[in-house]
């Protein structure tokens, strides 16, 4: 919760902008970049927060960009990003497959290609021979802060599994691609634990890839970092971080015999804690011994805690500006569905959390939601995406207009 957001400021963007509303703070995701700037390139993993106004800031500060889909290389292009053979590129693309309108658009682009799959190496080099490559491994181990953001390992379908690496090669070298990098993303939260496991098995496929006769000039650790949605919860000392994987690189370094540049691939470091989701008192009921707060934001705007049992700490804003002894209280959004809680836990929908008594009108703070929040919302429940706003300072702007149900029809009318 490191966002600088007073009780005051949110009461004027709710009357300026209205409520359910993004709001991020620009001062602590510059704060979050200058943390990680020991790495030679931060290549924002924009999946987290892919609003146009957050790339320009990113880019602003001179942090590039990753892209998994045709429609963020064009959100990428469009905040100022270039990509071409300039290294590092503005622009990389990572997945594991193409369709064909994001092939046809990174050859375009020439936006280098972090391959998950060989398929994807000889989809390119049929197309675009000398196209710059990195291969994203799946060293065969993983972690993550649930099974389903946990990327290595047998059960992910991400990456080249590590035994392939020389087929791989083999494939870049068939079609005279040009290799930049070896890369590794296992998940997201990191795992001290797991982290020297990491960058030894980083060092082994540098060996393996000289040993079949090929160069790279960069190593990206990927992202993961985690933050401390929890009090409590540790701190990533980003120092000690940089540190394990500067010692890899400069093994891999000895093996090759000349500098390797070192990227970092952070999505919810840069952003999560710069963001809230603002959402209005609508009703409050009890049922049975529940206490239920009901507010105009969904599962269609924040997904998190539906879909992993997520943690977000809450701030209850009362009009009166009181606070009043807290009680249990199970904050509940407008969807139709019963899953639409905000306070889960692991096992129950329904987890009754000490918050502030609201009654109508009183403004709930959702926080850490920067990152996977807005990019993750959806239309269900025929719901228009809400507005997200930047705060700078003093000043604020409207980055993100509220869509329309009129613009959601427009979709169907007429066919
Ligand atoms: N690089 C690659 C290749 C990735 O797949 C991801 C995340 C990242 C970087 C950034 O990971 P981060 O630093 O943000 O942990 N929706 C989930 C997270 C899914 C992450 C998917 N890949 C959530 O809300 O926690």
């Given at each position: 919760?490191?966002h ?13 902008y ?22 030679d ?34 959100r ?28 046809d ?5 020439r ?9 994807m ?11 710059a ?7 065969g ?13 047998e ?17 870049i ?11 590794m ?53 980003t120092?000690?971080?940089f540190?394990?994987?500067?010692a890899?690189r ?16 952070p ?6 804690e ?15 011994r ?9 599962f ?24 009043p ?42 926080h ?14 025929t719901?228009p ?23 959601l ?7």
């Amino acid at each position: 919760m490191a966002h600088r957001f007073t009780p005051d400021q949110l009461w004027t963007l709710d009357r300026t902008y209205g409520t359910p509303l993004w709001v991020y703070d620009a001062a602590t995701i510059r704060e979050r970049i200058a943390q990680v700037s020991n790495f030679d390139t931060v290549r924002f993993a924009q999946k987290a927060c892919s609003n146009v106004h957050i790339l320009r800031l990113m880019r602003e500060q001179g942090v590039k960009v990753d892209a998994v889909s045709r429609g963020e290389i064009l959100r990428a292009l469009e905040a100022g990003y270039t990509a071409g053979d300039a290294e590092p590129s503005g622009i990389v693309f990572t997945a594991d497959l193409f369709d064909a309108p994001t092939l046809d658009c990174v050859v375009e682009h020439r936006v280098p290609v972090n391959a998950g799959s060989i398929d994807m190496l000889h989809q390119l080099g049929e197309r675009s021979p000398g196209h710059a490559v990195w291969l994203r491994i799946n060293p065969g181990f993983g972690h993550g802060h649930s099974n389903k953001t946990n990327t290595g390992g047998e059960h992910s379908k991400h990456g080249i599994w590590h035994t392939d690496l020389p087929a791989a090669l083999a494939a870049i070298r068939q079609h005279g691609l040009r290799l930049v990098g070896l890369h590794m993303h296992i998940g997201s939260g990191v795992d001290y634990g797991h982290l020297s496991e990491v960058c030894g098995a980083m060092v082994q496929l540098v060996r393996t890839t000289q040993a079949a006769g090929m160069d790279l000039h960069a190593l990206s650790a990927g992202g993961g970092l985690s933050i401390p949605y929890r009090e409590g919860d540790a701190v990533v000392d980003t120092q000690h971080y940089f540190g394990l994987w500067n010692a890899a690189r400069q093994q891999a370094e000895a093996v090759l015999g000349h500098p390797l540049a070192l990227e970092l691939e952070p999505g919810r470091f840069l952003v999560a804690e710069s963001g809230v989701l603002l959402a209005e008192v609508r009703a409050t009921k009890d049922v049975g011994r529940n206490h239920f707060v009901l507010v105009d934001a969904g599962f269609n705007e924040l997904m998190r805690p539906s879909m992993y049992g997520s943690f977000h700490a809450m701030t209850v804003l009362r009009r009166d500006g009181s606070t009043p002894a807290p009680r249990p209280t199970v904050l509940a959004g407008p969807l139709c569905e019963s899953g639409d809680v905000f306070t889960q836990g692991d096992g129950g929908v329904v987890q009754p959390r000490p918050l502030t008594p609201a009654t109508v009108g009183d403004l709930v703070v959702l926080h850490d939601t920067g990152a996977y929040g807005a990019s993750m919302s959806s239309n269900y429940n025929t719901r228009p995406l809400v507005a997200e706003v930047l705060v700078d300072g003093d000043a604020h702007r409207l980055i993100r207009r509220r869509q329309t149900v009129e613009e959601l029809l427009a979709l169907e009318r007429g066919l």
